[in-house]
């Protein structure tokens, strides 16, 4: 089993639709994350859970909803996208030195996301 | 406030040649840990090499260092005797380890490697 997967690894949705990502991962880490990629653009940090509560939430629109139900498991709930939404979104995961801070992430291989 | 800079957006190299990847940051933070990525075409960043702003000495990882220079805020990394398989995207990331940071990542440099 690979250390962080994510599903689906390809979406095309409707803006009124509403969707779910998910991400899972296996190396036993306290911190999960979520990122956002766009193209000719930093990537960036959307929401961040540590020990399941949410330490860090980027101003992101209220459309994007994340949920940790364990540390194992983080969900990126959509609804009501826009075009400009489209993007690459990552997930990772590290072990947490205490607020969200962290040596290294593993990332997943990402969701790629189109908003039509 | 943060800021990473990474002004190389792509570079060609020759196979088995030493490459080095430029990064430089800002932050008002006293501890803070540096990282790279490296991302294939395939989508899934991979982790390559740590560096903590106390590290006295400059962090290696196989092919992979890191040349540190704290007082020029420089991070580069070196690939040594470069393959085709390095040929990627490569970020440098930041962050600051007091509690109002978080970590952010450059623009990217995309590496091309010539057989």
């Known amino acids: 089993e690979t250390g962080v997967t994510q599903t689906p690894r390809h979406l095309v949705m409707g803006m009124t639709n509403k969707k779910s990502l998910k991400c899972e991962q296996h190396?036993?880490?306290?911190?999960m994350y979520w990122y956002k990629q766009s193209a000719k653009k930093p990537l960036e940090l959307m929401f961040v859970?540590?020990?399941?509560?949410?330490?860090e939430n980027n101003s992101v629109p209220s459309r994007f909803s994340p949920e940790c139900p364990n540390s194992s498991h983080l969900f990126l709930h959509l609804h009501t996208l826009q075009p400009e939404d489209s993007a690459l979104y990552l997930c990772?995961?590290?072990?947490?030195?205490?607020?969200?801070?962290?040596?290294?992430?593993?990332f997943g291989p990402g969701t790629r996301l189109t908003v039509t | 406030a943060q800021k990473i800079t990474q002004t190389q957006p792509g570079m060609f190299v020759q196979e088995k040649e030493a490459v080095t990847l430029d990064c430089t940051y800002d932050?008002?933070?006293?501890?803070?840990?540096l990282f790279w990525y490296k991302q294939p075409s395939s989508g899934e960043m991979i982790f390559l090499i740590y560096?903590?702003?106390?590290?006295?000495q400059n962090a290696t990882e196989g092919r992979y260092s890191l040349n540190f220079q704290k007082a020029r805020k420089s991070a580069n990394l070196v690939i040594s005797a470069s393959q085709l398989g390095d040929s990627a995207m490569y970020f440098c990331?930041?962050?600051?380890?007091?509690?109002?940071?978080?970590?952010?990542f450059g623009s990217g440099t995309r590496l091309s490697i010539r057989p």
């Open positions: 990331a930041m962050e600051g380890y007091s509690s109002a940071s978080k970590i952010i």
């Open positions: 932050t008002s933070d006293q501890s803070y840990g």
């Open positions: 859970y540590s020990l399941e509560e949410r330490v």
């Open positions: 560096q903590g702003s106390y590290d006295e």
């Open positions: 990772a995961s590290s072990q947490d030195l205490g607020q969200g801070h962290s040596y290294e992430q593993y």
């Open positions: 190396l036993g880490h306290n911190a």
